[in-house]
């Protein structure tokens, strides 16, 4: 018997296989919609350029409603408040004084 002790090879085996290979597929998707969602946030106007981003500080006594007012006289402002809970990720209406809003770039 030698010093050393041989450790065996570490085999993988067919079912490790399409495990890895699951895996690694659901790596690429994830990472795949991840940069999708990105550029869908914030309108793409063209390949490469970017919409111009606005964004407004809420004020005392200001609403989601008020905002949406303010920014699209002319558009429903139901669509527009949803507009910016989609964009913000608002699970409320509440707003924070001094809370930085992004807003839609068509309202």
């Known amino acids: 018997m030698s010093a050393t002790?041989?450790?065996p090879a570490v085999r993988?085996?067919?079912r490790g296989r399409a495990v890895l290979v699951l895996l690694l597929a659901g790596l690429l998707l994830a990472a795949i919609s991840l940069g999708g969602a990105d550029t869908q946030a914030a309108g793409v106007v063209s390949e490469?350029?970017?919409a111009p981003v606005q964004t407004v500080t809420v004020q005392p006594g200001?609403?989601?409603w008020s905002v949406a007012q303010r920014i699209?006289?002319?558009n429903d402002p139901r669509e527009v408040v949803a507009q910016i809970r989609r964009l913000n990720d608002l699970?409320?209406?509440?707003?924070q004084v001094g809370q930085l809003l992004v807003l839609p770039s068509r309202a």
């Open 5 to 7: 002790a041989s450790t």
């Open 12 to 14: 993988l085996t067919r």
């Open 48 to 50: 490469g350029q970017r």
């Open 62 to 64: 200001e609403s989601l």
């Open 72 to 74: 699209a006289p002319d």
């Open 91 to 95: 699970e409320s209406s509440s707003l």
